[in-house]
């Protein structure tokens, strides 16, 4: 299929599709083989070589999505980010990443990068500056997350990129918090995009996988690490996330839709102390969400007045769930400090301005009506158990 001039929906539900030349099936026919033929066939296929007929056709989509000519799936978005980072950083190399980043990606540098002989550095903001700031002759990559996890701060796209190609070095992304419905980075110059496609390609808090969408250079590069890593994904997983993806522009326009309502109710409420979503015009970094994204995302987070206990208010929602993941089409709560941002040291944490009794928020794609109703029950519920006096 021609993708050019598709539209996202479009993309979503046919680029990649595995026709049914058999029975003409309407859905991709699903092949669970581990073993194909070897002789007289143009691809050797083999699962870990992430080249079976559903993974080609998903990676594929994948790309498609992200403006790529190439893309590999993984196991999850801690294999693929990984493996991105590792295919471009040897011993002796040096990395430069965000000040804010997904927990996990944070531990995989500061607990595993030093017995690589891989060195790095944090910036001190978010200002392409900070970047530039950090570079060192062995500066190999620079590393970016935007919106960020759990603050939702924004950075550059562009102006880093710009600095990446300036000094010949490999600039990176973590695209999950916009998906490619809202953020297509290499639109504005980025070079290796990254997914935990559990999230928002997944969409149904039933799928975990991870996503890396790139050049074919740079995915033939990123190949050869990840088959010797060995982190590939199922087919029965990779048909269920291409039957996922289909619906992913829509559920996410909901999500934006409805995450843009929730953070002005919250902003207006007297029991909150803070909010933070790339949406609201009084966040700092509203006028670039606007010129680098098409939506500003179904996450948020927000702090409580301090006379509420945070934990206590999770415990008392009743439809909104505390779960420790993110986008589904179910609205989701957690603390950071408890589960995405559990293995920073509480000292990184507060650098970050990450605080325990923040909460991230996930929006699905319930009734807005019915979310305030619920965080007004939670409020006033844990206003009586704490007897608290506004």
């Not at 143009?42 to 990676?59: E, I, S, W």
């Not at 400090?337 to 605080?355: C, Y």
Request: with cysteine; proline share 3%.
């Amino acid at each position: 299929m021609d993708n050019k001039g598709k539209g996202l929906n479009t993309i979503c539900t046919h680029v990649g599709e595995l026709e049914d030349t058999k029975y003409k099936g309407a859905v991709s026919p699903l092949y669970m083989s581990t073993s194909y033929a070897f002789d007289d066939v143009d691809v050797k296929r083999y699962p870990r070589y992430f080249n079976t007929p559903n993974q080609d056709g998903l990676c594929k989509k994948i790309a498609a999505l992200e403006h790529a000519e190439s893309a590999l799936i993984f196991g999850s978005g801690m294999a693929a980010v990984s493996t991105a980072l590792l295919a471009f950083l040897r011993a002796g190399d040096h990395i430069v990443l965000q000040q804010t980043l997904y927990g996990g990606t944070y531990n995989l540098v500061t607990e595993e990068f030093d017995k690589y002989g891989i060195s790095y550095s944090f910036t001190k903001g978010w200002e392409p500056k900070d970047f530039e700031n950090e570079i060192r002759e062995n500066t190999k990559v620079l590393y970016i997350e935007t919106p960020s996890n759990p603050l939702l701060t924004i950075t550059d796209i562009e102006g880093v990129a710009a600095i990446a190609k300036k000094h010949g070095i490999v600039s990176m992304i973590d695209n999950t918090f916009a998906s490619p419905v809202n953020q297509n980075p290499i639109d504005f110059g980025i070079d290796v995009v990254i997914h935990s496609a559990t999230k928002y390609m997944g969409g149904h808090s039933d799928i975990c996988a991870g996503a890396v969408a790139s050049t074919k250079e740079h995915m033939h590069r990123i190949f050869h690490l990840a088959k010797n890593f060995g982190g590939s994904l199922s087919d029965y997983t990779v048909w269920l996330l291409e039957r996922s993806i289909k619906t992913m522009g829509l559920r996410v326009r909901a999500q934006n839709e409805n995450a843009l309502a929730m953070a002005r109710y919250l902003d207006s409420h007297a029991d909150i102390d803070a909010v933070y979503y790339p949406g609201l015009t009084i966040h700092k970094d509203h006028e670039l969400a606007k010129r680098q994204m098409k939506g500003f995302g179904g996450m948020l987070s927000f702090e409580l007045k301090p006379y509420l206990d945070a934990s206590l208010f999770q415990k008392s929602l009743k439809m909104i769930k505390s779960s420790m993941s993110l986008a589904g089409v179910e609205s989701t709560v957690l603390s950071p400090t408890q589960t995405s941002h559990a293995l920073m040291s509480a000292e990184v944490r507060a650098e970050q301005g990450i605080k325990d009794g923040l909460i991230r928020f996930s929006v699905g794609i319930e009734e807005p009506e019915d979310l305030i109703a619920d965080i007004e029950y939670a409020i006033k519920k844990v206003k009586k158990e704490t007897k608290t006096t506004v």
